[in-house]
């Protein structure tokens, strides 16, 4: 099984877990749901970047045209590649 992917047992389907975290961007409270695998990545992104969290998530949030977790995933996976 892969990992954040959620499983099948005995037939049903488990979604993978999420966890929650909230950022203030442009003087608003957002909350973002993603797999602990992709807040890992996340804060591997930020620390890189020398920055903090919520201007992490802002600068990517003005620039984005989908769902704000679906772009921070879109964004870590291209980072992931380009390794």
Known sequence: ???????FAAG???????VKRSFTI???RTSVALE???WKAF??????DNTYPAQWV???DEARTT???SAIRVEL???AKAR
């Open 36 to 38: 602990p695998e992709f």
């Open 1 to 7: 099984m892969l990992r954040g992917l959620g499983s």
């Open 58 to 60: 802002a600068t990517l």
């Open 43 to 48: 804060d591997e992104a930020v620390a890189q």
């Open 26 to 28: 442009q003087g608003h």
């Open 12 to 18: 049903r389907y488990t979604p993978p877990m999420l």
């Open 77 to 79: 996976l291209k980072r």
């Open 67 to 69: 769902p704000l977790a």
